[in-house]
């Protein structure tokens, strides 16, 4: 599998790829909004392929803290897609995991995401709001554990905590609805 960035000519592919994994286009047309926001930017925008075809995609935007006593570097890993036809093939974990190391490598500290808590704590994400970080909009109780953090660097949870404030297009509260 060859992963790499996404390049303007992948839109249409990653659209596709988004509207295929989710059954609907409403995650694509995020994407799609979250690659032209520049509240959004600096982002990590990667394409995996399997023998020349594009089957994944995963997007992290940048977040800031509010509230944080020190400047933190931090990002929003939303939306993360598989086409159907490849989806338990490990191609979501490579990605993620891909997507984590080039992270630590610019720096960034934090990573948040929104989702299911037995899938990503599997690649060290743990519940965020226990850590002191308010999702954008409030998560309810039944579900505060799909909010969660990966602290890339060491020292950051336990010493900072806040309301995390991600892009404007994806700052809406009905894409916080888990």
């Known amino acids: ?28 047309q995020l994407v799609v909004k979250l690659l032209n926001d520049p509240s959004a930017s600096p982002c990590l925008s990667l394409l995996a392929s399997l023998n020349g075809l594009a089957v994944g995609h995963v997007l ?62 599997r690649f060290g994400f743990s519940p965020a709001g226990k850590q002191g970080f308010s999702a954008p909009y409030p998560i309810p109780p039944e579900h505060a554990e799909a909010w969660m953090v990966q602290e890339l660097g060491a020292g950051i949870t336990g010493s900072v905590s806040g309301m995390v404030r991600c892009a404007d297009e994806l700052s809406k509260p009905e894409l916080w609805i888990e």
């Open 60 to 121: 992290f935007t940048r977040a800031t803290i509010d509230g944080a006593n020190q400047a933190v570097s931090a990002t929003i890993l939303a939306p993360l897609a598989i086409s159907p036809e490849f989806q338990r093939q490990s191609i979501g974990e490579q990605l993620i995991r891909e997507g984590l190391d080039r992270l630590v490598h610019d720096g960034i500290r934090l990573v948040f995401v929104l989702g299911h808590p037995d899938y990503y704590s």
């Open 1 to 28: 599998m060859i992963i790499q960035d996404t390049v303007k000519e992948d839109i249409d592919t990653v659209y596709n790829i988004h509207t295929a994994a989710f059954g609907q286009n409403e995650e694509a």
